[in-house]
């Protein structure tokens, strides 16, 4: 399917376990980007990525870590899961082009750590 | 630090009134304002952007209003429908390249 594709959609781990979130995109976009968004923080970005094998961290990155070793993936891991990371996240992507910044978002994926 | 501040939290409009979000900021050079629009249980999207070289942008019933001086912009919707109801997130970016600064949202409320 064309666009941009989150799994899994619903997630539930326990404290101290790994957990890898997946980001697939059609586009072949050059950016992308990973979310969290918590009631009354609204979006915070946690890394970015320019190209394959290009990331920076954003906001919020403690405790994650991505790799971009394809344009179309972007994948998110927990390294070791906390309570504080039980949020949704989201995973976008735009064009490298000046014409338009738009990102386009995925359906997001439901975190839930116990 | 919040770069972006939006205004209000939440909002109860009725059908057919204006509904108005306001969002402020500080980095002056942020280029691009963005509003994106969200429902329950799906991503963002983007509804409609300004860049700052206008002062207002119009498509359909959605308008941003845009004042460089006073580092504010706000969304307008005319004729407020109940499908409209939803959370909206206004943003801002520096040129490509640069990820977005998201306010932390306001919940849009249209009764019937």
């Known amino acids: 399917d064309a666009g941009i594709t989150q799994s899994p959609r619903y997630k539930i781990t326990e404290t101290g376990r790994q957990v890898t979130l997946m980001c697939h995109q059609t586009w072949s976009h050059s950016y992308m980007f990973w979310y969290r968004q918590d009631l009354g923080h609204g979006l915070r970005l946690i890394y970015y990525?320019?190209?394959?094998?290009?990331?920076d961290k954003g906001e919020v990155p403690d405790g994650y870590v991505v790799s971009r070793s394809k344009t179309e993936n972007f994948p998110l891991t927990l390294e070791s899961a906390t309570r504080s990371q039980t949020s949704v996240y989201f995973c976008?992507?735009?064009?490298?082009?000046?014409?338009?910044?738009?990102?386009?978002f995925g359906p997001g994926t439901r975190l839930t750590v116990t | 630090q919040q770069q972006v501040k939006q205004s209000p939290q939440s909002l109860i409009v009725q059908k057919g009134g204006i509904s108005i979000i306001n969002c402020a900021y500080e980095n002056t050079a942020f280029d691009y304002f963005p509003w994106y629009q969200q429902f329950p249980g799906k991503g963002p999207a983007l509804l409609i952007a300004?860049?700052?070289?206008?002062s207002e942008k119009k498509e359909g019933r959605f308008t941003i209003s845009f004042n460089k001086s006073a580092k504010q912009f706000s969304l307008h919707i005319m004729d407020s429908q109940p499908g409209d109801s939803a959370t909206y997130f206004c943003?801002?970016?520096?040129?490509?390249?640069?990820?977005?600064?998201f306010g932390k949202g306001t919940s849009l409320l249209v009764t019937p």
């Open positions: 976008a992507s735009r064009h490298a082009g000046p014409s338009s910044y738009e990102q386009y």
């Open positions: 990525s320019a190209a394959a094998d290009i990331t």
């Open positions: 300004i860049r700052p070289d206008v």
């Open positions: 943003a801002a970016s520096i040129g490509s390249g640069y990820a977005l600064n």
